[in-house]
């Protein structure tokens, strides 16, 4: 039989071919796409958002930037779930709001709408509370997530790089204001 080059080379490098049998080989390069997958993960977990995820905001006018003096305060939720972000404001203390906004931008800045949540969603006014319902879909992004996909919004949130700003007649630059944190976080938000 004639051997191949590689095969010379082995044999003069190790003094004999080494023989792997194939379910070895498999197993070998199993575990390593799965170690590789889940150390990548590790060091970033928004690589994966194959489960669903839920966050939070309190909102507050301690938190918006100057601070405003407010009675009112709400709390939103967030959920993504397969292919769809659904979003509930519920506040209180206030009697009219005339915007209801995803930002992007830090805790300590000003940033720019990117989703109206009044656009895309249904407001309701029951006993001194409104609530605000709506499902997010990429068509309601502006500004710089204009274009961008779900994922890319989930990965600003999970970052802690938007915030829900709520205006009022009073505030028209904001009078309530929370960062978005995925739920179960440390909640570091003054109230």
């Known amino acids: 039989m004639i051997e ?13 071919i080494p023989m792997i049998k194939s379910s070895t080989l498999t197993l070998v390069l199993t575990s390593s796409v799965f170690l590789s997958l889940l150390f990548g993960s590790t060091i970033n977990p928004n690589l994966t958002y194959a489960e669903d995820q839920k966050f939070k905001a309190n909102l507050s006018g301690k938190n918006e930037v100057p601070p405003v ?10 959920k993504v779930k397969d292919d769809t972000i659904k979003s509930e404001i519920n506040v209180t203390g206030i009697s009219d709001i005339t915007g209801a906004h995803i930002y992007i931008g830090n805790k300590s ?11 895309s969603g249904n407001k309701s006014e029951t006993e001194g509370r409104i609530i605000i319902q709506g499902e997010i879909s990429p068509s309601d992004f502006e500004g710089s997530l204009s274009g961008k996909t779900l ?9 802690e790089g938007t ?4 205006l009022t007649p ?5 009078e309530l204001r929370g ?3 995925v739920s179960g976080s440390n909640e570091t938000a003054i109230k």
């Open 4 to 16: 191949s080059q590689r095969e010379t080379f082995i044999r003069k490098r190790f003094g004999k």
């Open 69 to 78: 003096t407010s009675a009112a305060d709400g709390k939103v939720k967030i």
């Open 109 to 119: 800045e000003n940033g720019e709408p990117i989703v109206d949540l009044i656009k």
């Open 151 to 159: 994922t890319d919004l989930q990965s600003a949130m999970a970052t």
């Open 163 to 166: 915030y829900i700003n709520i």
């Open 170 to 174: 009073d505030h028209p630059d904001g």
């Open 179 to 181: 960062q978005i944190k």
